[in-house]
């Protein structure tokens, strides 16, 4: 599985960002796929995930009621929907995917692409 994040770049607190992975190569369509984020000098942190087929959605709780993570009708393109953004926001947004019953952890995730940045300034 290949995956290539976009959709990065510089916005002002308050603003809205949509976020881009998308998915290639053998199995991306029975996997599920996760949003990360890293801030500098920070632990990379699970945003949300979404199931194989799209119908299951988990955003991480503190990201509640302004992030959003969908999936297409094809599976080969995962969306991270950011409102309201905060300065604390700022990080590089990466994507994952991973087959399994349990996706909790970092270290559960199979396959990573490249983040993308994402800069919130006042």
């Known amino acids: 599985v290949q995956l290539q994040a976009s959709g990065g770049g510089f916005v002002r607190s308050g603003d809205s960002l949509i976020l881009s992975c998308q998915a290639s190569?053998?199995?991306?369509?029975?996997?599920?796929m996760a949003w990360f984020r890293q801030a500098p000098g920070k632990e990379r942190e699970l945003v949300g995930r979404?199931?194989?087929?799209?119908?299951?959605?988990d955003v991480a709780g503190s990201f509640k009621g302004r992030f959003r993570i969908t999936r297409n009708y094809d599976r080969s393109l995962v969306f991270l929907q950011m409102n309201s953004l905060e300065l604390e926001d700022t990080a590089v947004y990466l994507c994952?995917?991973?087959?399994?019953?349990?996706?909790?952890?970092?270290?559960?995730?199979?396959?990573w692409g490249r983040g993308t940045q994402v800069t919130v300034s006042s």
């Open positions: 979404v199931n194989w087929n799209g119908a299951i959605t």
């Open positions: 190569g053998r199995g991306f369509g029975d996997s599920a």
């Open positions: 994952a995917a991973a087959k399994g019953p349990d996706l909790t952890r970092r270290d559960d995730w199979t396959y």
